[in-house]
């Protein structure tokens, strides 16, 4: 079971120095395939398969509905994927708020919560960089939304600072001028172009891309019903393959 890792253009461990401007999404897509073309030209045309989790669920949809790119590759799977961030963070928004209202119900945090319920009454539509940073890296950790397990230390790297995580999406400027842009765009209605074979992978209780993405995606898949599947891990949010490794792993395998 190989399994290849790579680092996106001004992230993690990439190297060179990636312009800002470059940072699009049709870049990150041209990239892609310039990746499988190496992958495929070394290791002879193996079987390929594109996971793809969080970010990388909105980056492999765009490549896979672009062209015929979707031949390049044996199958896709997408974890927690952001394949329609739109629809996902209007979702998350709501999670939110729901968790605030039983929390308070419960009279933990009253105060804290109550001036969250405030700050989504006067910020209805996240579309700032400010925005989202307030959403993901002060409510949604607190509320648990990244990790289900909050005991698990392996997990601490998801106490915040998400937009900037050189881990995770492009950091610096791109983060801060084009990231947001980027993630209201949704795939929703192009998905039907996807044809091969897919998994669907989630966590029931992801608060950054909560659950009902899974159906979504499933939803507007365009491969035949026997040919696509989902499958939801009861003990994780944002990340099974983290929080609940050996059965993902059995899910990855089997599928």
């Known amino acids: 079971f190989p399994v290849t890792i790579g680092s996106q253009r001004g992230s993690g461990c990439s190297q060179g120095k990636a312009q800002p401007e470059t940072m699009t999404m049709e870049q990150f897509v041209e990239d892609l395939e310039k990746l499988v073309a190496v992958i495929k030209s070394k290791y002879n045309n193996p079987i390929l398969f594109l996971h793809g989790h969080s970010w990388g669920g909105a980056l492999g949809t765009a490549f896979l509905i672009k062209g015929n790119n979707q031949n390049l590759v044996n199958g896709w799977i997408e974890l927690d994927g952001a394949h329609n961030f739109k629809k996902g963070l209007e979702s998350s928004v709501n999670w939110i708020k729901n968790y605030a209202q039983n929390q308070i119900s419960a009279g933990m945090d009253v105060s ?61 400027d791109y983060a801060q001028k084009n990231l947001v842009v980027e993630l209201q765009k949704g795939y929703s209605d192009q998905m039907y172009k996807i044809t091969i074979p897919t998994l669907i992978l989630w966590g029931q209780h992801d608060g950054i891309l909560p659950v009902d993405l899974a159906q979504d995606a499933m939803d507007h898949l365009g491969t035949p019903t026997n040919d696509k599947s989902v499958y939801i891990f009861q003990n994780s949010a944002h990340s099974p393959n983290r929080e609940e490794p050996t059965l993902f792993n059995e899910k990855m395998r089997v599928s």
Do not use: R
Request: one cysteine or more.
């Open 112 to 172: 804290f919560w109550q001036e969250a319920l405030d700050w989504y009454s006067t910020n209805p539509v996240m579309m700032t960089v400010e925005q989202m940073k307030k959403h993901c890296d002060t409510y949604l950790p607190k509320a648990n939304g990244y990790i289900y397990d909050i005991n698990n230390p392996s997990l601490s790297y998801f106490s915040g600072g998400t937009l900037n995580s050189p881990g995770g999406y492009s950091n610096g």
